[in-house]
């Protein structure tokens, strides 16, 4: 038997160990570049098509009374912040637009604004759109303004349905109409991958591209809408506490009062 040198024992045992690496790299490799399903683990709706997957988000958003909207729209060349609590018999929360914050409240079909003094004084005042100041009913003076601004100061006023403001606002208040006017995307839709919000994973759908507005669709449990990007860069928001009960009744009658001005539309 010829013997067997240590050098080439070592380099046996060498190219032994290098061999067994390199097999275990490619199954590791192989391993590793088999993409897991992102749809594992979820309500499956990121497997439809985004017609379907629309249709399921609008469903999931009726099954629930209650839901949370924030975030902005453009509406009319105007900007509204909203951050409202919304249920079919109505809805609560604030709405800020040109720097003016009220709160609104809707019971039924009775509308409600409160705000503070500096809101009221601008109704007041006869201050147009433009910041002139106009002539007649609503062009009284300072002294008279002011006081008529305290008095509703952080009361209820109760909006006369006749009055602009409440066809302007009392959508802002409505679940249904609300609801079915945003969770429709305009033109071709498509779906635009998974992504995530608020830590929940979804995924998205667009409307020609998005130039018709995205939606993100929740992957876990209930399909609800989580995150809207409007059509036209008309705002985007964002929905959450879906089924989460609130309180909701008419305001008590010593923090509640009647306006007989026009109210402001802004």
Not at 38 to 44: A, I, R, S, W
Not at 103 to 131: I, S, Y
Not at 187 to 206: K, P
Not at 211 to 233: I, W
Request: glycine content about 14%; charged content about 25%.
């Amino acid at each position: 038997m010829t013997p067997i040198s240590p050098g080439r024992s070592r380099t046996a045992t060498l190219a032994s160990a290098v061999c067994v690496l390199l097999v275990t790299g490619m199954a590791l490799t192989g391993c590793s570049s088999e993409e897991e399903d992102p749809n594992k683990g979820t309500n499956g709706v990121g497997k439809l098509s985004a017609a379907q997957i629309q249709n399921r988000t609008r469903t999931a958003a009726k099954s629930v009374d209650t839901v949370r909207l924030h975030g902005n729209v453009v509406t009319s060349g105007r900007t509204y912040t909203l951050d409202m609590r919304l249920k079919p018999e109505g809805g609560i929360g604030s709405v800020t637009a040109e720097g003016r914050t009220f709160r609104l409240l809707k019971v039924d079909d009775e509308l409600f604004l409160k705000a503070d003094a500096k809101f009221w004084g601008q109704a007041d005042d006869g201050t147009g759109e433009d910041g002139a100041k106009g002539e007649g009913e609503g062009a009284g003076d300072g002294a008279s303004d002011a006081a008529a601004a305290g008095k509703l100061a952080e009361k209820y006023v109760k909006v006369p349905e006749g009055d602009p403001s409440y066809k302007k606002f009392i959508g802002f208040a409505d679940k249904d109409v609300l609801l079915n006017s945003l969770l429709t995307l305009h033109g071709t839709l498509a779906t635009d991958g998974h992504h995530e919000q608020g830590g929940v994973r979804t995924i998205r759908i667009t409307g020609d591209e998005g130039s018709g507005g995205t939606l993100d669709v929740s992957l876990e449990g209930k399909p609800y809408p989580l995150r809207l990007v409007r059509a036209g860069k008309a705002g985007t928001l964002t929905f959450s506490a879906w089924g989460a009960d609130f309180a909701l009744e008419q305001p008590a009658e010593d923090e509640t009062l009647d306006y007989e001005g026009q109210l402001p539309t802004s």
